[in-house]
Structures are given as structure tokens and as C-alpha cells.
């Protein structure tokens, strides 16, 4: 069965919402920090964060992902509490979405609020390896991203290693799956992120993003977060600021390769590539 097939035949469940993979969908970034690589604290207040949010939904996003931990390369950890202020107002703002929220955090006491308050999704770049996180997750009907990463935000791009990339990266996931399945996750709420960027060189990315069908042995839906990282800036030479092109161009590379969900800052541009994509490959 061919990737796209399988992803066809799963019903997957977010919260109260069904998301159907058979077109690739766009989950949009809402970064809640003064100290985003993207956006530097562009939408830092809870109002201009939630009208953000909502710009993102007019422009064809299909799963928000609101954050209020930076976790760029070198980015310092914050409090359980400031975190959640920055968030939960944000939440609150968007309360009725037309559409699943997710929340960007690894803090078992984030995910129980957020959650509380209505969030879809717990998208944790510690994919769950907190006994009390898995615990909070299994005992809700959020789904789960679960993302591979080396080291952590502070240390984790300074002396990146692997023997083989592509299956440590697999080895590890399918681990993680195995260990949230037993928890009590069903399969139809679990969706996976090799991490690109998070403890890897650009060779590294390259290698995951050039074999990325390889994942598709997982049995899981893929989402793929390459919006304007490191690495385009290595590939093209262009700063944060001017790497939409390449990001849309690193979306559609792993659409096709099987990517499920495209976390991405550039919504508008993104949907309407897909558009493109989709109607050149229309049956």
C-alpha cells in the first residue's frame, strides 16, 4: 500500500474535529514570544496574536500551532506560569476556531490548561517522553505530534552526530509510537516530525528531506516543519527574512515525498502553491 493510500484510509482524530489527509494540509504558526527567530515578537500581545490567528485562517490555514516557548537553536527555557500567560489568553481569543488548535509545548502543566481550554492538539518537540505528559495526552482526545530531536534547544546545533541519519531518526519515532499506543493513543490521533533543524547540520536535513517517503514505513501521517530554518538560509544565502521562496519551494518538495501537514509562517503563499500542486496533479 502506497503511502497516499494509507493516509487516505486514516480517519484522523483531533479533538472534536476529523482531519482528512487526502490533500496536504497547512498548519500556521502563531509564535506567543518576544524571541522568535520568525517574527522577533511581532505578535506577542494576546489581541494582535489572536487577530494574527485569524488572518492566518482567512488565508487558508488548516490547524493553528500556538507557542509560547521558543525553541530556536539557543533559545532559553521559560516558567510553567509565563508561559501560560502568554498562551492561554491567546486560547481563550480563539475559543469557537473554526478550525483545530494546537499547542506547541512540552510542559505537562501547558498541555492540562490548554487542553482544558479546548486545544485539539499537543504538538511537543519531546514527543512525550514525560511520563505526565503521555498521561495528560492518552487521557484527553487531542491529538499528538511527536518530533525527533537531539540535545536540546540550547545545545542541540552545536555538534550534531549520526551514523545514519534517516533510521535513527525512524528508530526513534517508532519507538515513541510504540510507547504512546500502550499509554493509550490510539493510532487514528498520533502524527510524527523527523525535526528538521532540531539537533541536525544541513547535511542531515538534506538526507531526511531527500529520503522523507522513507517515514511512510511508520504507518503514521508526516508533518514537516521547514519554514524559513537554517538550513534554506544556508542553501540560498538569504536571511529569515527572505527565505519564503525557498520555504514554499521546501513545502512542495515534501508534499512530494509524502508530507501530510506543512507547518509553516507564509500561509498565503503556501496555499496557493498547493493550489497549484494540486491542480496539476488532479485525477
Not at 512530494?256 to 507547518?263: D, F, K, T
Request: charged share 15%; with cysteine.
Amino acid at each position: 500500500m502506497s503511502n497516499n493510500t494509507l493516509q487516505r484510509d486514516l480517519h484522523f482524530k483531533c479533538g472534536k474535529f476529523q482531519l482528512d489527509f487526502s490533500l496536504p494540509l497547512i498548519m500556521g504558526i502563531v509564535n506567543i514570544t518576544p524571541d522568535s527567530f520568525f517574527d522577533g515578537g511581532s505578535y506577542f500581545q494576546p489581541d494582535v496574536a489572536v487577530a494574527y490567528a485569524h488572518k492566518l485562517i482567512e488565508q487558508g490555514a488548516d490547524i493553528l500551532d500556538l507557542g509560547g516557548e521558543s525553541t530556536r537553536p539557543g533559545a532559553l527555557a521559560v516558567s510553567v506560569q509565563e508561559e501560560l500567560d502568554r498562551v492561554m489568553p491567546v486560547i481563550e481569543g480563539l475559543r469557537g476556531a473554526p478550525i483545530p488548535l494546537s499547542i506547541d509545548t512540552s510542559k505537562p502543566e501547558v498541555m492540562r490548561a490548554a487542553i482544558a481550554a479546548g486545544v485539539s492538539m499537543v504538538n511537543d518537540i519531546n514527543a512525550l517522553q514525560n511520563p505526565e505528559a503521555l498521561n495528560i495526552a492518552a487521557a484527553s482526545e487531542v491529538a499528538v505530534c511527536l518530533m525527533h530531536k537531539q540535545g536540546t534547544p540550547q545545545t542541540m546545533q552545536r555538534q550534531p552526530q549520526y551514523q545514519n541519519v534517516v533510521e535513527e531518526v525512524q528508530q526513534f519515532l517508532r519507538a515513541r509510537i510504540t510507547a504512546v499506543q500502550a499509554a493509550g493513543v490510539s493510532q487514528q490521533r498520533i502524527i510524527v516530525d523527523p525535526g528538521f533543524g532540531f539537533g541536525k547540520t544541513l547535511v542531515h536535513n538534506l538526507a531526511l528531506l531527500q529520503q522523507l517517503k522513507y517515514f511512510s514505513g511508520l504507518g503514521m501521517p508526516l508533518l514537516v516543519g521547514l519554514s524559513h530554518k537554517s538550513m534554506l538560509g544556508a542553501i540560498t544565502g538569504q536571511d529569515v527574512a527572505h527565505r519564503v521562496h525557498a520555504s514554499v519551494a521546501a513545502a512542495l518538495l515534501a508534499v512530494e515525498r509524502g508530507a501530510n501537514v506543512l507547518r509553516v509562517h507564509d500561509v498565503q503563499a503556501t496555499a496557493d502553491a498547493l493550489k497549484v500542486w494540486q491542480a496539476v496533479n488532479a485525477t
